[in-house]
């Protein structure tokens, strides 16, 4: 072989060398392009399954809360799971599972946004379900005007008593009576149209109608006309218009609890850049907001601010606060129909573990300024995160996710800068013993330098457990409690509420001693539908119905009312989806039998609602032509004013001189 040939053979096999080395090199450049978005992809389909997670808002809570507004007398409350009974506290916020009781010359006013709860002497009730939409109040004693001045189709009120549940199907004005020994209920209704359901009927009371039921599995009912209005009537009456010519309504939704009470201790100004903000008139020497009161744990928020003063409810659970001038102005933020509630719109200040003052271990904070993101120190979607920030201030959605990703996704909270933390005399700090046992704070102040304050850590949540005072707050003792019949006495219900919450002591126990930190745990795995929710409820059906079932967990005071033909209720369930869970008869012809469940003592079963006779559905007949027989005629109408004369009309211009 002549020496070129071979050259020319080792460039081929040099060629072939290189040219394998390189598909090689591409074949591996390939598999990591493809690892890496294989494990992009997966990072992704994390993310995606963790946003979605945020995004679940089932286990949010409540957007509302009701409020102890107003109390005459001896007025003792009962937080939910506690066996304690306290002194009542204006403006503690109640939620499900809270008791109220007004011994004997009492009274009392809750409001739930523009609804408004009367209570007279010897009354007691608890919220068996309160959230966004469903308030249902249990009533096994005593007096209740219940004034209802928005419902929506989704909305529902139900009062529920030892013999009948009560619902409102309109806005109006409605009074339920229990008796002492809860035999007997009378429903009265000024205005509105209200539904009476016991004794295997439904009964349906109109504007102008009173109507007493008397008995248990059956009941006796005698309709009447409206009785005179006694003391109660009056009282609750000129509390209601007061309510009506609120000024402040111009400026905030009547759906935001607590803004009844802004007109007689404040005025309304417009200060520049702020828009329409609102001040307190009278305020003690060296007042701030979120100063002059107490922090108490209510669940499933967690630490909650109780404020001192007679308005001091909306200006602490709504909106922002501004430093103008050396003075503090609230800035309710934009009118929507229901503002979100918060326990306490401020961020702290030195909360976080480990740290401490010079002075001492302490809890400090400030309230949030207009524009500024709140961000829950309790479990919530991202989705409340945005409703409960763009519903109480000016603020884009991208300002909240900006600072959501801040203070929870990269844990900096450093990077946000707030404006009320620089403001003098703007920043509260208390000892840890102080906060968590409900310790009023102006008298609790720790004196910490401005420049040691400025430079504090911030935080959105504090390394605080609550005790058992932090549950009772700054009630005290009483020994005025409803009697023992009156506490363990059941009601009818027609909605199946929530099992009653647990003390204190048992949910502490089940977080390790942890149930602060427990709140801000968040799921990484995306959340599988769910058929049954917190309390062991079944959640609505398609429709939006909800099945008259019995459940282990339901509340004990409460009796359920069992499904019937026909279908009257809105929430009553579907035949076909009941019937649909019940497995075939065999060959055997075996009958299905629901397994036994275990029932409270308390629990009374009502009576199967049943279609009534034609001598039945005459004698209701008779009850209603001969109440409307017994009318009063209406009174005659009031004269027109007298029609004044036209003013002349004006002399006839004369044509001008001038050219």
């Known amino acids: 072989m002549t020496p070129m040939l071979r050259g020319e053979d080792m460039k081929t096999r040099k060629l072939w060398i290189w040219s394998l080395v390189a598909s090689l090199a591409i074949l591996l450049q390939g598999s990591t392009i493809a690892k890496a978005q294989n494990d992009a992809q997966v990072q992704n389909q994390s993310q995606d399954q963790g946003q979605d997670q945020d995004q679940d808002q089932s286990q949010d809570p409540p957007g509302r809360v009701a409020r102890l507004n107003f109390s005459e007398g001896s007025i003792s409350f009962r937080p939910a799971g506690e066996n304690d009974w306290v002194s009542g506290t204006p403006n503690r916020p109640m939620v499900t599972g809270d008791d109220l009781w007004a011994d004997e010359d009492s009274r009392a006013e809750v409001h739930l946004g523009s609804a408004a709860i009367h209570l007279g002497a010897k009354t007691g009730i608890t919220f068996l379900e309160l959230d966004d939409h469903v308030a249902q109040i249990r009533l096994a004693q005593g007096s209740l005007i219940l004034r209802v001045r928005h419902l929506d189709d989704d909305d529902a009120y139900e009062v529920d008593t030892p013999n009948v549940a009560f619902t409102p199907l309109q806005p109006g004005e409605y009074r339920i009576d229990v008796s002492e020994d809860g035999s007997h209920t009378v429903t009265t209704v000024w205005h509105g149209r209200g539904r009476v359901t016991g004794g295997g009927f439904t009964y349906t009371v109109l504007a102008n109608q009173s109507e007493t039921f008397n008995g248990s599995a059956h009941l006796d009912n005698d309709l009447q006309q409206l009785p005179e209005n006694d003391d109660f009537d009056s009282w609750a009456f000129d509390r209601d218009d007061r309510e009506d010519r609120s000024d402040s309504a111009n400026y905030v939704s009547r759906e935001m609890t607590g803004y009844e009470d802004l007109d007689g201790s404040g005025d309304w100004s417009y200060v520049a850049g702020y ?65 979100i509630w918060a326990p306490a719109v401020v961020a702290f200040v030195g909360g976080g573990p480990g740290f401490r003052f010079s002075a001492g271990v302490g809890v400090g904070w400030f309230p949030l300024a207009p524009g500024e993101v709140y961000v829950p120190g309790y479990r919530v979607s991202r989705a409340y995160v945005n409703n409960v920030n763009v519903t109480n201030t000016s603020v884009t959605v991208t300002r909240v996710t900006n600072v959501y990703n801040t203070v929870i996704v990269s844990k900096s909270v450093s990077n946000v800068t707030y404006v009320n933390q620089h403001v003098n005399n703007g ?163 075996q009958t299905y039998s629901a397994p036994q469940q275990e029932t409270h003592p308390l629990v009374r079963p009502a009576p199967p609602v049943q279609e009534r006779s034609p001598q039945q559905e005459q004698q209701q007949a008779e009850k209603f032509n001969q109440w409307q027989q017994q009318r009063p005629a209406s009174p005659p109408p009031a004269p027109k004013p007298a029609s004044h004369p036209a003013p002349p009309p004006p002399p006839a211009k004369q044509p001008s001189s001038k050219k």
Not at 275 to 291: N, S, T
Not at 447 to 465: F, G, N, S
């Open 275 to 339: 828009g329409e903000c609102w001040r307190p008139r009278v305020i003690a020497v060296g007042w701030a907001p979120y100063r002059f009161g107490h922090w108490t744990w209510v669940g499933p928020w967690g630490w909650t601010w109780v404020g001192d003063e007679p308005w001091g409810f909306a200006p602490y659970h709504y909106g922002r606060w501004a430093s103008v001038n050396g003075g503090w102005f609230w800035v309710p933020g934009p009118v929507v129909v229901r503002p």
């Open 427 to 589: 920043v509260t700090v208390v000892s840890h013993d102080a906060f968590v046992n409900a310790r009023p704070v102006a008298q609790n102040v720790m004196r910490v330098d401005a420049k040691e304050l400025a430079a504090a850590p911030v935080t959105h949540a504090i390394a605080a457990e609550p005790v058992r005072s932090s549950v009772l707050g700054a009630g005290r003792p009483v020994s005025a409690k409803p009697p023992a019949a009156v506490m363990t006495r059941p009601v009818v219900a027609v909605r199946t509420p929530p099992a009653p919450p647990r003390p204190l002591e048992q949910r502490q126990a089940q977080a390790g001693g942890h149930l602060n930190q427990q709140t801000l745990v968040r799921p990484m795995t995306a959340a599988q539908p769910a058929t049954m929710n917190q309390g062991g409820r079944t959640q609505p059906t398609e429709q939006g119905f909800r099945p008259f079932t019995q459940s282990g967990t339901a509340n004990p005071q409460v009796t359920t009312l069992p499904q019937s033909q026909p279908r009257v209720y809105e929430q009553q369930g579907s035949s076909q989806l009941e019937n649909h869970n019940m497995p075939a008869a065999n060959n055997n012809k």
